[in-house]
């Protein structure tokens, strides 16, 4: 097989997985810790015993503990973020929530990648693109400190920093 059209095959099973794996996490957990299956189940009536008859009251107990923040996910493996830049740059110019979604995200499980700076530039740029001009500020400023001398924040700091909106 040719270079390229197994290069294509590779990215296409890369992206498969990856929107995978996104979907599989983004769907809601069934209340109360019920299984999936049992809480989309239909209700059937069970042929049970009569009711016991009601206890005793007790002392009131503490109400539960909220369950722990999740650890924060491994940094991208190569394959990973670049499937996922890919993704981002596809977007660019015609969904910027969901950029800025994606963006945030990934900023956030692994600011340090080399890819970090420009999705922090794409995070400003959907900003501005919403015309949350303010937001994109403080952005740009946040961009430009952290990853200082790269031409993503190069770019904002000519762009957004110089000439304010």
């Known amino acids: ?3 390229k059209l197994v290069l294509a095959l590779l990215l296409v ?3 498969t997985v990856v929107i995978g ?3 599989v996490r983004s769907r809601p ?3 109360d810790g019920a299984p999936a299956a049992e809480a989309s189940a239909p209700a059937v009536p069970a042929r049970t015993a009569p009711p016991a008859p009601p206890s005793p009251p007790r002392a009131a107990t503490p109400l539960p503990r909220p369950a722990p923040a999740r650890a924060a996910a491994a940094p991208f493996t190569p394959a990973e973020e670049a499937a ?3 993704k981002l740059r596809a977007l660019a110019g015609t969904d910027p929530q969901q950029i800025l979604r994606l963006a945030r995200e990934a900023n956030a499980r692994d600011p340090d990648s080399p890819d970090a700076a420009e999705r922090a530039w794409m995070v400003v740029k ?3 693109d919403l ?3 303010s937001e994109a500020k403080d952005e740009a400023q946040t961009m430009v400190n952290r990853y200082p001398g790269t031409s993503w924040a190069l770019d904002v700091q ?3 920093l110089s000439n304010p909106l």
């Open 1 to 3: 097989m040719p270079k």
């Open 13 to 15: 099973i890369v992206l």
């Open 131 to 133: 015309q949350r001009f």
């Open 29 to 31: 957990e069934p209340p």
């Open 21 to 23: 794996v996104l979907a």
């Open 126 to 128: 959907s900003l501005a």
């Open 84 to 86: 996922l830049m890919q």
């Open 158 to 160: 000519r762009h957004l």
